[in-house]
Each structure stands twice: as structure tokens, then as C-alpha cells.
């Protein structure tokens, strides 16, 4: 878990909070977008 910028392993659960968020009001002004959800991976591999 050391070499995961959250410290942890990414769970089911993760991906579905951000499904609901997008499926939600909270999300009405965004579109056109890719919504990563690799809990900072991402980010790590860029440096």
C-alpha cells in the first residue's frame, strides 16, 4: 500500500460514490469530462 498515493487499494464502493455524485444534482454543470477515480494514481505516475 505504500506505492498508493491514498494508502490504500481503490474498493467497489469508491466508484460508486462517484457515479451517484455525477448522477446527482451537485453534478448539473459539468459535462464533456472524464472523471478519473484511481485514487491519485494518476497524479503519481505524471511525477
Do not use: E, H, W
Amino acid at each position: 500500500t505504500n506505492m498508493m498515493p491514498l494508502g490504500r487499494p481503490g474498493y467497489p464502493d469508491d466508484i460508486a460514490k462517484a457515479v451517484l455524485f455525477m448522477a446527482s444534482g451537485l453534478a448539473n454543470y459539468i459535462s464533456g469530462v472524464c472523471l478519473t477515480v484511481d485514487g491519485g494514481q494518476t497524479l503519481r505516475d505524471a511525477s
